[in-house]
């Protein structure tokens, strides 16, 4: 199947509403061959009928990688009674990964949903919830953000946004039997209002100030990768790919591989 490739030697820009699309038995290769490093997943939205917890318990189950990042907003919210049976057993299967002998590193980092509740997430958890992560790997300086902060609606006006919010709750759980057309109807408002783009370009200043060659966000659940060739005083290229959202009919993460380079996988 098709599949979008950011060779740290290229810059190169893919067009978003193209998204790499991998399918398991890709993922499933690069991970038997020890080539997966990294595995970064955002916007779980746990407690919400449209999460896909048993898809992600499955895969998890399935692969072998060093690190798991929980890229923010891993729950909807702080009512745990809306956590499903499911949500619960993925919720064990990521601390006893935790535990495990010679297991991959997990760790999560806060979204604007879970922010409020981050010591309850952590709790869950059982490690400490952080703002971000880097790490350098192959050569390269990584950095992982849910991205809410380069979202100015957000920020300028949390009020509104948390009652945006609580109405996209309301109606994925009351209104949409499978919780789809609110999903349907949130990734048409992100390309209506242009907030991918508008992110990519305010992350990607971001990890030039941060001396990162590539940042990975979450938060407007829509896959998208983009690259800045470099310039000024700065050459080195620098990557920006949103990990989209383990949610609703098309699931999405990212992957880095043992050579650096990071693959951005939609799943149908």
Request: aromatic content about 6%.
């Amino acid at each position: 199947m098709p599949t979008t490739i950011l060779d740290p030697q290229l810059s190169c820009t893919a067009a978003p509403d193209a998204p790499a699309t991998w399918g398991r038995d890709a993922l499933m290769a690069l991970s038997a061959s020890g080539r997966l490093d990294s595995l970064i997943v955002s916007d779980l939205h746990l407690g919400l009928r449209g999460s896909r917890s048993t898809d992600l318990l499955k895969l998890l189950q399935s692969l072998r990688f060093d690190r798991l990042i929980l890229l923010g907003d891993i729950l909807h919210d702080s009512r745990l009674r809306r956590l499903s049976g499911d949500d619960w057993a993925l919720i064990a299967a990521l601390r006893a990964l935790r535990h495990r002998p010679g297991g991959p590193e997990v760790l999560p980092v806060s979204g604007n949903h879970d922010r409020p509740c981050g010591d309850l997430l952590g709790r869950l958890l059982d490690r400490p919830v952080a703002e971000s992560v880097s790490w350098n790997h192959a050569g390269r300086r990584f950095l992982a953000v849910h991205g809410d902060l380069f979202d100015r609606f957000v920020t300028r006006h949390r009020r509104t946004a948390s009652a945006v919010s609580a109405a996209f709750s309301f109606c994925q759980r009351r209104m949409s039997r499978h919780g789809r057309w609110p999903h349907v109807a949130d990734q048409f408002h992100v390309r209506m209002t242009g907030l991918g783009r508008r992110m990519a370009e305010a992350a990607l200043a971001h990890a030039r100030l941060n001396d990162a060659d590539v940042i990975f966000c979450g938060h407007t659940h829509q896959p998208y990768a983009r690259s800045h060739a470099g310039g000024g005083p700065s050459t080195r290229p620098l990557t920006y790919l949103n990990t989209g959202a383990w949610l609703g009919v098309r699931p999405s993460l990212v992957t880095v591989a043992r050579d650096g380079s990071a693959r951005l996988h939609q799943f149908a």
